[in-house]
Every structure is written in C-alpha cells, then in structure tokens.
C-alpha cells in the first residue's frame, strides 16, 4: 500500500515537472489525439468557441469564469496581448449579458519579468471589468509567485472591490495568509494546489491537504470571518468537502449566497449538475486558447487515468 502510495506521489511530480517542459510542449500539442483528449477539459481555442460553452452552461444554471490559457510569458509584448485579450472577453460577456467573471493568471501579464507592470496591466483589466460590473479573479500559481501575488491582491482591493484571489491550502503559510485575507473583508477562492512544491513549503500528503481544506474553510466561515462580509468560492471536485461546508453552513446558519462551490470544466459534471438541482451557487472554470498544454498535463497529473480513459474513447470512435 505504501508502494503504491509512493508510485503515485512519483508519476504526479513528474507529471508536473513534464508540465513545465518547453519541448515536450511543442511535441505534445502538435498530436491530434492529445488535442482530442485535452477537449475534455480545454473546449474551444477561439473567444467565439469560448463563449458558446459559457452560454450553455449559463443555460443549465451554473455561472462560469473564464481563462483565457497562458503562463509564464517571456516578453512585455506577450504580457500586454494578454491583458488585452482579456479586455476583449470582458466586452464580450457584457456584450452577450452573459454570467462570466474572468480569471487571471498573473505570470501571463508579465509577473516574472517585471511585477510593476504586471500590476499595471492587471490594473487595465480590474478597471475594465469594475465598468462593466464584473470580477476579476486571480489564480495562484508556484509558491514562488504568492508573495508577490498577494502583495497585488492587496493592492488593488485598496480601490476594486472586484478582485478574487485564490490561495492553497497545500502551503503551510496559507493559515496565516487566510487571517489577514479575512480581516480585510476579501473575495476568496479556496484550493488544494495543483503544483509541485518541496515538503518544506507544502504538505506532501494528500490526507494533510484535506485536513488543511478543512481547517481552512472553519476559519473563513468562523463568525469573526463572517462578520468581516468575507465571501468564498470553495474550489474542489472532492464531494467529501463540499459536503462538509455545506452542513456546516447550514448548520451555522450561513445563508447559501454568503459562498459559491467552484469546479473545473469536464471534471464531476454529474455533481455539478446535483449541486444545481440542490439550489447551490456553482461556478464553472472553462479554459480556452491554444496553449494549453500545462493546463492539460496539471488536469492528468490529478488523475493519470484519464489520458488511459481518453485514449480508450478515441480508439472507440
Ligand atoms: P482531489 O484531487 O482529491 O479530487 C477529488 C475527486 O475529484 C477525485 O476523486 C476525482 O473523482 C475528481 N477529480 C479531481 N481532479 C480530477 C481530474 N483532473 N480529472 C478527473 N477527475 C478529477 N490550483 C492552483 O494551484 N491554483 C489555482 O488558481 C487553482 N484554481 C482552481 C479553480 C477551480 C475552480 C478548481 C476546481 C480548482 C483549481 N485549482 C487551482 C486546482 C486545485 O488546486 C486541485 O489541483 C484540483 O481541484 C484537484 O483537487 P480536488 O480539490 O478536486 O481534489
């Protein structure tokens, strides 16, 4: 069982570490069965594509946000068609009145090269969408990039309210960054972590990070949190937790708007469907672009079934 267990914990990390590798990037997405595969998860590559899924899901009653695929930019110019991509998503959700926020991630608007404008340009994007009444929200990536994207978390929240940030229960630092996040009245997005990270930073162990999802979703629906109007998207596909927030909001009394439960496209879709038939908030994160080759490996490093799975429905065809 140990072996096992260890087997497992070895193929996610070097499924992660696989991950981040240029070439095997550019070898991967030029394969048509990998692109049929990463479908599942990735629907469109196009803004059009994009917001024909946001549309009918929006029909089915669940809300979404939206990423458009990309990290870890190289150049200002990237950095820039980045963000004004975004801007062009958020004029078209007001423009189809579709129920979309975005998400964000900010090593795609240039944090690794330069945070200043980083922050300039997720600035642009946050005023974008505080004129047309949306929310921003900010996905978090390696540990090495949390500091800095608290610190631009915290920044903005001194002028928009419209800003989400998420934070990762894997990381040790995660409980102390909650008490300050909740202090300030924040906007919250609650994962487990989806990225490699040494012992000395996060839990390895899979039954650590559920245990600090659920301390940290005690302390964001304490009293003391709730009084500060702290709203959370608890983020997860496991049914174990949600259906620990779930009672234990109802049993404290937390109306059902005071939080939203948050799921990957393609992932549980019958539970998503559950939980709306329940009358729960659900938000849907659809990815669309072309870069989606690290997305995708991180969705196969969470369950290296499913390359099995979605090479066996290829060859079904
Ligand atoms: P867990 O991995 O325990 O899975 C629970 C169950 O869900 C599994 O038993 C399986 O049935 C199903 N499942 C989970 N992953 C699956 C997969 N890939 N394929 C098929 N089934 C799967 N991470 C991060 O570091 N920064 C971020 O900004 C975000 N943002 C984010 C937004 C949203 C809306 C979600 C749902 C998740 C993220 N994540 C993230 C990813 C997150 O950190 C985590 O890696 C995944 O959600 C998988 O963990 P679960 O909480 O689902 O639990």
Not at 218 to 225: E, G, L, R, V
């Amino acid at each position: 069982m140990a072996t096992v267990r260890w087997a497992a914990v070895m193929l996610r990390a070097a499924l992660i570490q696989l991950s981040r590798s240029r070439q095997a990037n550019r070898w991967v997405v030029r394969l048509p069965p990998a692109r049929s595969v990463a479908r599942r998860f990735v629907p469109g590559e196009t803004l059009p594509e994009a917001m024909a899924e946001v549309a009918r899901l929006n029909g089915t009653g669940a809300l979404v946000t939206l990423d458009h695929l990309g990290e870890h930019v190289t150049s200002a110019d990237e950095a820039d068609a980045a963000a004004q991509k975004y801007v062009a998503a958020l004029e078209e959700i007001a423009q189809r009145a579709l129920k979309s926020t975005i998400s964000v991630k900010l090593t795609q608007l240039g944090l690794g090269i330069d945070p200043r404008l980083c922050q300039d340009r997720v600035t642009r994007i946050v005023e974008t969408a505080h004129r047309l009444g949306n929310l921003v929200e900010i996905d978090m990536e390696e540990s090495q990039h949390t500091e800095a994207t608290l610190d631009i978390y915290y920044h903005l929240r001194k002028t928009f309210d419209n800003v989400r940030v998420c934070v990762q229960v894997y990381l040790y630092r995660t409980v102390a960054d909650l008490e300050r996040l909740w202090s300030q009245g924040g906007n919250l997005r609650l994962c487990k972590g989806a990225y490699r990270e040494a012992p000395d930073i996060a839990f390895p162990r899979k039954q650590d990070v559920d245990r600090a999802f659920v301390r940290a979703m005690d302390q964001i629906f304490s009293p003391a949190a709730q009084s500060t109007g702290t709203y959370i998207a608890i983020a997860t596909h496991d049914e174990r937790l949600i259906n620990w927030a779930t009672d234990m909001t109802d049993s404290r009394g937390i109306p059902r708007d005071a939080y939203e439960i948050q799921m990957l496209y393609g992932i549980r879709t019958e539970l998503q469907r559950t939980l709306l038939d329940r009358g729960y908030t659900l938000r849907v994160y659809l990815p669309f672009g072309t870069q989606w080759y690290p997305y995708f490996m991180r969705r196969i490093a969470e369950r290296p079934a499913n390359l099995i799975l979605g090479l066996r429905n290829l060859l079904r065809r």
